[in-house]
């Protein structure tokens, strides 16, 4: 691996962990709207804010645009996979406090049902900003549908492991270390960076990244996975995803709804 490939790496990472940072302090002094608009009760019922997941969003998008060796249009791609994300993810941090349904059946079926939930908006506009994404990054149109499931697909996964403090950024580091060790390794390197920033805060229980972050970090791992495999590879990240969904979303919910200690 060359040094220059490694400097990149290294300029991506702390591009990231600094934005990140640079986010979250000002986020958590600030508040926008009034502090009562970034709280939370979390799995054990502490109050604990949401100023994590945005800033984790700026950090990755941060981080990705500093990998100068890359080309734009792989840049692009993969901030508009983390913009993309967390914004259906901070829709449905906003709108969808309150609702109780868990899983991608409960949300899907309310849909059937013709009610269109934030979770069914967050489903859809994943699954469409994926799509983009992975076209953007793919010449062929069978990889770019791959692609897209890939990205939309881990930008879930890190959702459905996000029960506890800590799960959903300790996710994000150690799939995205083998990422580095490719060509376009910086694309791993920044979301590493920004779930790194924020992940001591996260088990300290002081705040959650909840959907916009989780979201967020998981695009862009997704992009930096697609950025970093052939088409072989993105039948088996696509594969592997989908069964992860099905066996977390019942996970997830079954997780969720154990008692709080």
Not at 102 to 118: K, N, Y
Request: aromatic share 4%; net charge positive.
């Amino acid at each position: 691996m060359s040094s220059a490939r490694i400097n990149q790496r290294a300029v991506a990472l702390f591009t990231a962990v600094a934005a990140t940072r640079a986010g979250y302090l000002a986020l958590r002094k600030l508040k926008p709207g009034g502090a009562g608009q970034w709280e939370r009760k979390n799995y054990a019922g502490r109050t604990v804010d949401l100023c994590a997941g945005p800033a984790a969003a700026v950090g990755a998008v941060a981080g990705g645009v500093a990998a100068r060796n890359l080309p734009a249009r792989v840049r692009g791609a993969a901030s508009l996979a983390v913009v993309g994300a967390g914004l259906c993810g901070a829709y449905d941090d906003v709108v969808g406090a309150g609702d109780a349904r868990r899983g991608f059946r409960a949300h899907l079926g309310a849909l059937r049902d013709g009610e269109v939930t934030s979770g069914a908006v967050k489903l859809i506009g994943i699954g469409g900003v994926g799509l983009v994404a992975g076209a953007l990054l793919k010449e062929r149109a069978v990889d770019k549908v791959l692609a897209g499931v890939v990205i939309a697909g881990t930008a879930h996964f890190v959702n459905l492991v996000d029960v506890r403090p800590g799960a959903a950024a300790s996710t994000v580091l150690a799939l995205g270390a083998p990422g580095l060790l490719k060509p376009q390794g910086a694309l791993a390197a920044a979301p590493m960076g920004a779930a790194a920033a924020v992940l001591a805060d996260d088990l300290g229980e002081r705040t959650m990244i909840g959907d916009t972050g989780a979201h967020a970090l998981g695009a862009a791992l997704g992009a930096a996975i697609v950025a970093g495999n052939g088409r072989f590879g993105l039948v088996a990240h696509a594969a592997g995803l989908v069964a992860a969904a099905a066996c977390g979303d019942a996970v997830s919910r079954a997780v969720k709804a154990l008692p709080r200690v």
